[in-house]
C-alpha cells in the first residue's frame, strides 16, 4: 500500500524556519517525482515545489522560490522542505504528493500543518 | 502562467440527481488536466487524468470530458459521499496550477 506520511509542522514566528519530512513506503520511491501542494485554511490547493527522482530537476512557485529547498534521500525514503523568511501567508497545511502519469498527483500524504505567527 | 477557473463556485444538487463542473484554462492545456476530489479534513483524492482518464478507485459515476481550454467533470447520480470540493489542476506547464475549487453541496 502506497503511504505518504509529512511531519514537521508546528506554529513559527515570522521570519523563522522550518524543515518538513515526507516518508514514503509502499513503492520503489526513487523512480517518482514527488511535489509540496499547500492549502491555506479554508482555501484551494497551491502547488509549492516539485522534485524528479534523481533530484535532477527541481522547481518552485514564485511565492517560495529564494525561501524554500526542496530535497530528498533516496536511501531514506524521505522527502524535504526546508522554509526559511518564513511568512505569515505561508501559513498552510503542507501535503506531499506523489506524480502519476504526466504531473498530476495519485497519492497525498495526510498533511502537516504549519502556522506562522508571532 | 496558466490561470485556472472553475464555475460555479458552489453547486446545490439533490441526490440521484446529475452535477456537471466546470473548468477553463487561460491557454489551452491540450488534455493535461487532472480532477481532484476533498472532503473536510482529508487530502484531496485524484478522480480523472488525462481529462477523462479515471483513476484506480474511482467510481465510474465521474466521468471528465474537454481538451484545449475548456473542460467538464459529470458525476451522474450524486451520491451521498460525492459531497465535496472538487479542483481541476492543469499539468502542462510549470507552474502547476489548481482552480479555485467548486463546493458541492446537498440541496
Known amino acids: 500500500e502506497v503511504q505518504l506520511v509529512e511531519s514537521g509542522g508546528g506554529l ?3 521570519g523563522g524556519s522550518l524543515r518538513l519530512s515526507c516518508t514514503a513506503s ?17 482555501k484551494g490547493l497551491e502547488w ?9 530537476y527541481i522547481y518552485y512557485a514564485d511565492s517560495v522560490k529564494g525561501r524554500f529547498t526542496i530535497s530528498r534521500d533516496n536511501a531514506k525514503n524521505s522527502l524535504y522542505l526546508q522554509m526559511n523568511s518564513l511568512r505569515a501567508e505561508d501559513t498552510a497545511v503542507y501535503y506531499c504528493a506523489r506524480v502519476g502519469s504526466g504531473r498530476n498527483f495519485d497519492y497525498w500524504g495526510q498533511g502537516t500543518l504549519v502556522t506562522v505567527s508571532s | ?37 476533498q472532503k473536510p479534513g482529508q487530502a484531496p483524492r485524484l478522480l480523472i487524468y488525462d481529462a477523462s482518464t479515471r483513476a ?48 458541492v453541496d446537498i440541496k
Open chain 1, 12 to 14: 513559527v514566528k515570522p
Open chain 1, 26 to 42: 509502499g513503492f520503489t520511491f526513487s523512480t517518482y517525482n514527488i511535489n509540496w501542494v499547500r492549502q491555506a485554511p479554508g
Open chain 1, 48 to 56: 509549492v515545489s516539485s522534485i524528479s527522482g534523481s533530484s535532477t
Open chain 2, 1 to 37: 502562467e496558466i490561470v485556472m477557473t472553475q464555475s460555479p463556485a458552489t453547486l446545490s444538487v439533490s441526490p440521484g440527481e446529475r452535477a456537471t463542473l466546470s473548468c477553463r484554462a487561460s491557454q489551452s492545456v491540450s488534455s493535461n488536466l487532472a480532477w481532484y476530489q
Open chain 2, 56 to 103: 484506480t478507485g474511482a467510481p465510474a459515476r465521474f466521468s471528465g470530458s474537454g481538451s484545449g481550454t475548456e473542460f467538464t467533470l459529470t458525476i451522474s447520480s450524486l451520491q451521498s459521499e460525492d459531497f465535496a470540493v472538487y479542483y481541476c489542476q492543469q499539468y502542462i506547464n510549470w507552474p502547476l496550477a489548481f482552480g479555485p475549487g467548486t463546493k
